[in-house]
Structure formats: structure tokens, C-alpha cells
């Protein structure tokens, strides 16, 4: 499969066509869609979503796609790496960043084809949009400054409807729904603070018993409350072996490991290969 490569921090690509030339392909990079018009296939990770006017997808580095295109449609791609938001940054708030972007685009219920906007959230990113094609197009003072921060602000509203995903898909009762909204956001939050995310802490968090809260998330999401915050380290962990120069030993520091041997042993269970093979073969 091609995999197309971005050096430079951000990109912006307006494509205006009735047919798709491109291959399917992955990215080194995050890439934000918006279908200013149009209708047609698009196929993420090897699921098929129908798109149509106002539509926008998030794609986050090793996402395959590639569109089918059934009426002239008019795309914008927002392509963007970390370092739009840590140039010029002192070290403390580069890592803050980071953290921020991989909490919300590399967040495990995120599919990329299936987040429900609400139409308010969806009408402002269009609005920010135009922003950032204004200010890409002409070269003022503050212009990456300005670029980045409505980014963020993308992303924050992205975050917002992420939040909502499986609890609308799955729950009924609206107390239960908000309760795991609670969950969601709070693992979110706290997953570069592995003690924060003791299943103690989280239950007096929430004011809720240990047991309790074990129980309600395994009957609400299909799978134990310790399953799901280990897999949202391994989706983290994995994308900084492909794209940072972080060593493992690092890796598994930075995500909560005990050690690097347990990280090296969970890690192998999910993707079949040890990180440092993992990471050889992803170079």
C-alpha cells in the first residue's frame, strides 16, 4: 500500500473534482476532510461511508482511505503534524500539546467515517475553515500562530463530538449515558497519569464504588474498564514508535508501564511483534 509523507507541519489542499486519482494509501501525518460539496463513497480502513455536502472526517497517521466519487465534489484537506502546535515552544508545553492531540485523534473510539456532528459544532468548523484558508493564503504577521490555534479549536470541537460515540450508539438511559460520557472524558484527560487511572481514583472521581463502576462500564461498553485503558495506551504508544524518535524505554515510561518488559509483552499481544520489530518495520 503507498504511503504519502508530509515534511513540513501543516497543509492545506483544495481539490475540486468528479474523479479520484489517488490510490489507497496511508499518511505519516493527522488529515482533517471537509466535503464543501459533493456526494460519494469513502472508504476508511476498509469500511465504506457515504459522504455528502458538510461532511468531515478525521484521519489519523496509518488511517488507509481512498474516495469513490459519485458527484463533482469540492474537498478540503487540512494536513497537519505535531510540531504545528510545538514550533518555538519551550519543552513543558511541547509534551503538553502532543499529549493533547494523541488524547483526542488517537482516542480508541474514534472511527473515522462515524462521528455524528451535532450541526451547530459542524457549522463553526466550516466557519474556521474559511479562517484558515484566508490566513494560509495570505502571508500576514501571526499567520501560523493563527493557523494553529483555530486547528486546536477543530480539534477541540472534533473531541467534543468524539465524546459521545459509543454512548449514543449503545445506551439508552440518558443517566448511564452521561455517567460513561463522564468516563470517557476522564480517562481522556488522565492517560499519561497512570495513577490517576487506578480503578479507586477513577470511582472516587465519579463518586461511585470500585465495583460498581467495573461493573456498569463492562455491561455498558462490552469490555472491562482496565481492557479499554490499556488499549488506549497501546494505540498511543504504537503511533509514537512509528513517528517519534522516543526510545521504548521511554514509550513505555511516558504511558504508565510498570516496566519495559511488561510494556514489550502487551504490546506483542495486541500487534503480534515486539515494539522494536514494530517499529523496523514501520521506518
Same mark, same amino acid.
Given at each position: 500500500?503507498?504511503?504519502?509523507?508530509?515534511?513540513?507541519?501543516?497543509? @492545506?489542499?483544495?481539490?475540486?473534482?468528479?474523479?479520484?486519482?489517488?490510490?489507497?494509501?496511508? &499518511?505519516?501525518?493527522?488529515?482533517?476532510?471537509?466535503?464543501?460539496?459533493?456526494?460519494?463513497?469513502?472508504?476508511?480502513?476498509?469500511?465504506?461511508?457515504?459522504?455528502?455536502?458538510?461532511?468531515?472526517?478525521?484521519?489519523?497517521?496509518?488511517?488507509? &482511505? @481512498?474516495?469513490?466519487?459519485?458527484?463533482?465534489?469540492?474537498?478540503?484537506?487540512?494536513?497537519?503534524?505535531?510540531?504545528?502546535?510545538?514550533?518555538?515552544?519551550?519543552?513543558?508545553?511541547?509534551?503538553?500539546?502532543?499529549?493533547?492531540?494523541?488524547?483526542?485523534?488517537?482516542?480508541?473510539?474514534?472511527?473515522?467515517?462515524?462521528?455524528?456532528?451535532?450541526?451547530? +459544532?459542524?457549522?463553526?468548523?466550516?466557519?474556521?475553515?474559511?479562517?484558515?484558508?484566508?490566513?494560509?493564503?495570505?502571508?500576514?504577521?501571526?499567520?501560523?500562530?493563527?493557523?494553529?490555534?483555530?486547528?486546536?479549536?477543530?480539534?477541540?470541537?472534533?473531541?467534543? =463530538?468524539?465524546?459521545?460515540?459509543?454512548?449514543?450508539?449503545?445506551? $439508552?438511559?440518558?443517566?448511564?449515558?452521561?455517567?460513561?460520557?463522564?468516563?470517557?472524558?476522564?480517562?481522556?484527560?488522565?492517560?499519561?497519569?497512570?495513577? $490517576?487511572?487506578?480503578?479507586?481514583?477513577?470511582?472516587?472521581?465519579? $463518586?461511585?464504588?470500585?465495583?460498581?463502576?467495573?461493573?456498569?462500564?463492562?455491561?455498558?461498553?462490552?469490555?472491562?474498564?482496565? &481492557?479499554?485503558?490499556?488499549?488506549?495506551?497501546?494505540?498511543?504508544?504504537? $503511533?509514537?514508535?512509528?513517528?517519534? +524518535?522516543?526510545?521504548?524505554?521511554?514509550?513505555?515510561?511516558?504511558?504508565?508501564?510498570?516496566?519495559?518488559? &511488561?510494556?514489550?509483552?502487551?504490546?506483542?499481544?495486541?500487534? =503480534?511483534?515486539?515494539?522494536?520489530?514494530?517499529?523496523?518495520?514501520?521506518?
Amino acid at each position: 500500500m503507498q504511503r504519502f509523507k508530509q515534511n513540513t507541519p501543516f497543509k @492545506i489542499l483544495e481539490l475540486d473534482t468528479n474523479i479520484w486519482k489517488y490510490p489507497i494509501h496511508t &499518511h505519516n501525518h493527522f488529515e482533517i476532510v471537509f466535503i464543501k460539496e459533493g456526494s460519494g463513497t469513502h472508504t476508511i480502513n476498509n469500511i465504506s461511508f457515504q459522504y455528502r455536502d458538510k461532511d468531515i472526517f478525521i484521519l489519523s497517521p496509518g488511517d488507509s &482511505h @481512498i474516495f469513490n466519487i459519485n458527484s463533482n465534489t469540492k474537498f478540503y484537506f487540512i494536513k497537519f503534524t505535531e510540531s504545528l502546535f510545538t514550533r518555538g515552544i519551550d519543552i513543558i508545553n511541547k509534551k503538553r500539546w502532543i499529549e493533547k492531540i494523541e488524547s483526542v485523534l488517537l482516542n480508541p473510539n474514534l472511527l473515522p467515517g462515524d462521528i455524528k456532528y451535532e450541526q451547530k +459544532d459542524k457549522d463553526t468548523m466550516f466557519q474556521l475553515l474559511d479562517i484558515i484558508i484566508e490566513e494560509n493564503y495570505y502571508d500576514k504577521e501571526y499567520k501560523d500562530s493563527i493557523i494553529s490555534d483555530t486547528v486546536s479549536i477543530i480539534i477541540s470541537l472534533i473531541a467534543r =463530538n468524539i465524546c459521545k460515540i459509543y454512548c449514543e450508539k449503545q445506551i $439508552n438511559n440518558k443517566k448511564d449515558k452521561n455517567r460513561m460520557n463522564d468516563i470517557f472524558s476522564y480517562i481522556q484527560e488522565n492517560i499519561y497519569i497512570s495513577e $490517576n487511572l487506578k480503578i479507586d481514583n477513577i470511582a472516587n472521581h465519579l $463518586n461511585l464504588s470500585k465495583n460498581y463502576i467495573s461493573i456498569f462500564f463492562k455491561k455498558n461498553y462490552g469490555e472491562s474498564l482496565q &481492557h479499554y485503558i490499556l488499549k488506549y495506551r497501546l494505540i498511543i504508544a504504537e $503511533n509514537r514508535i512509528r513517528l517519534s +524518535d522516543y526510545t521504548i524505554s521511554e514509550i513505555a515510561y511516558q504511558l504508565g508501564f510498570s516496566d519495559e518488559s &511488561h510494556f514489550n509483552k502487551a504490546f506483542k499481544k495486541k500487534y =503480534n511483534m515486539n515494539p522494536g520489530e514494530y517499529r523496523k518495520r514501520n521506518i
